[in-house]
């Protein structure tokens, strides 16, 4: 594989008209919280909200005539699979899209309406890959790889090219790794324009592949990681030699760190960010003193996020900065107790979400009762001055949300 700069720049041409050119603008308050003159690339206002939509053109107008006709074939649970089947359908080009059969509905659904041909096989993607060899065998089609391509590099490549334009005095940009293909392709565009550019890669902790191939290093993979746009198992050895030459680091990132990055997105800026795009934004959170003072870009990849998931990451941020805190109080089964209690939280300034009032439970005394609150507070500080008021009053008060905290009870 020879991806040059001259293939991204003419994938670049190719693509004016073809996608959204994506705005990179500053983040004010994101600068603030981290004291680093902070960018980021919109990439989540692509038409199927992914940067993906960029390799999947330049590969499919790639094609010659014969294997448009014959058609495309992606194997894909989510947003390689839609810009697949979106920019085929453009092109008036058969496409084939396999899928795990775990596949959630949502994201079959949303292939499907671009017009793909969905064939549902296997649990995970590995499962898929004998269904999807045997169906290019049988149908002829093309495979669009989702990263190990020259096409598809020199696509995602752009990024980092309009990135560069937008702003020629970056310092350093931080880009999601997965299979590579984004970053590989932005880091050679972005170094050959700026060889002192700092190109750092963002990977999740628990799917370190790159970070590892990089160093020729066995690679342990696993679990569950809320940035499964980039929990790759295996990378090419075209993006890993790319990524190798024109990467400055990889830097990988925990779970609890990308949901605090999810949550940022939101609440500082207003936008949606899926896991993987946020990885980018976990790695400047979580090492502040590195880029102190730098210019700094942030690849926001995509923002398909299921609206379930992206409900609880909003409030897991909640409980992990005290805003919402949940506790349990025993009391004696008597008339005006809860009453009393509500009122105590009421003067403290507390926002009563819910409340569950138990007596049913035999490890609870015949003649007493549980009470479960989920209340609203200003921060941390507050929520523990709600705490020593009610035990000021003599109850005794269970952490629910602390670690540990609904074992201690029973």
Do not use: W
Not at 25 to 48: G, I
Not at 95 to 124: C, D, H, N, W
Not at 145 to 164: R, S, W
């Amino acid at each position: 594989m020879t991806v040059t700069f001259a293939d991204i720049e003419s994938a670049a041409a190719l693509l004016k008209g073809q996608i959204i050119e994506t705005p990179t603008l500053l983040a004010p308050k994101l600068s603030r919280a981290t004291d680093a003159e902070v960018y980021v690339k919109f990439e989540n206002l692509q038409v199927t909200s992914s940067f993906k939509d960029r390799g999947a053109y330049i590969k499919l107008q790639s094609l010659s005539d014969e294997q448009k006709q014959k058609g495309v074939i992606a194997l894909s649970a989510g947003n390689h699979a839609q810009a697949v089947a979106y920019h085929a359908q453009r092109l008036s080009i058969p496409a084939t899209i396999v899928m795990p059969q775990t596949t959630p509905f949502t994201k079959v659904e949303q292939t499907r309406s671009y017009g793909a041909t969905i064939a549902l096989a296997g649990e995970t993607l590995d499962d898929c890959r004998e269904v999807c060899a045997q169906m290019i065998d049988e149908g002829g089609f093309t495979l669009v790889h989702p990263y190990d391509d020259d096409h598809i590099i020199a696509g995602q490549g752009t990024v980092g090219l309009e990135m560069m334009q937008s702003q020629p005095d970056l310092e350093i940009i931080l880009g999601p790794i997965g299979g590579g293909g984004l970053m590989s392709g932005s880091a050679l565009a972005a170094k050959t324009i700026n060889p002192n550019i700092e190109m750092i890669g963002c990977e999740a902790a628990l799917y370190p592949s790159m970070f590892h191939a990089v160093k020729g290093e066995p690679v342990h993979c696993g679990g569950q990681t809320l940035a499964d746009g980039i929990a790759v198992k295996n990378v090419s050895q075209s993006t890993t030699a790319i990524c190798k030459e024109y990467l400055d680091d990889i830097i990988l990132v925990g779970e609890p760190a990308i949901e605090q990055a999810v949550d940022a997105y939101v609440s500082m800026l207003k936008t949606t960010a899926e896991g993987a795009g946020a990885v980018p934004l976990a790695v400047l959170l979580t090492n502040r003193e590195r880029f102190v003072g730098r210019k700094v870009g942030l690849i926001l990849s995509g923002g398909n996020i299921d609206t379930r998931i992206l409900a609880s990451v909003l409030y897991r941020e909640l409980e992990r900065q005290q805003r919402i805190i949940n506790f349990r109080i025993q009391i004696d089964d008597r008339p005006g107790v809860l009453g009393r209690i509500a009122c105590l939280l009421g003067e403290a300034g507390a926002n009563i979400l819910e409340v569950a009032h138990s007596r049913m439970f035999l490890d609870v005394p015949a003649k007493g009762a549980e009470l479960d609150f989920m209340v609203e507070t200003r921060d941390a500080s507050h929520a523990e001055e709600i705490i020593a008021r009610i035990e000021a009053e003599g109850f005794k008060v269970f952490r629910l949300d602390a670690p540990g905290g609904r074992d201690a009870i029973r």
